[in-house]
């Protein structure tokens, strides 16, 4: 979990970041991975494709919503 923790803390970092300003080709790219770290943790084997994708997009919306005050700390400590 701890190794979630810190994907998703990078992940938080990113978005904190892209609201303040314009990211260049490098961030946006690291970004981009740090996002796909944190979808494979809620990725359903046995969905394929598009399907997959989703899911794990709506698996991870649903553990942020069940772990609200965690999402919140790692935000604000993201966006410092």
């Known amino acids: 979990m701890t190794e979630f923790l ?9 978005n ?3 609201e303040t300003r314009a990211l260049n ?4 790219m ?5 996002y ?3 979808k494979e943790y809620f990725t359903e084997p ?7 994708s989703q899911r794990a997009y709506q698996n991870f ?7 609200a005050e965690t999402v919140a700390d790692l935000r ?3 966006s410092r």
């Open 6 to 14: 810190s994907v998703l803390l990078l992940y938080y970092g990113c």
């Open 16 to 18: 904190a970041a892209a």
């Open 25 to 28: 080709h490098a961030e946006v």
């Open 30 to 34: 690291e970004c981009m991975a740090h």
């Open 36 to 38: 796909q770290q944190v």
């Open 46 to 52: 046995e969905a394929n494709g598009a399907e997959r």
């Open 61 to 67: 919306k649903a553990w942020e919503h069940r772990n």
């Open 76 to 78: 604000r400590t993201a």
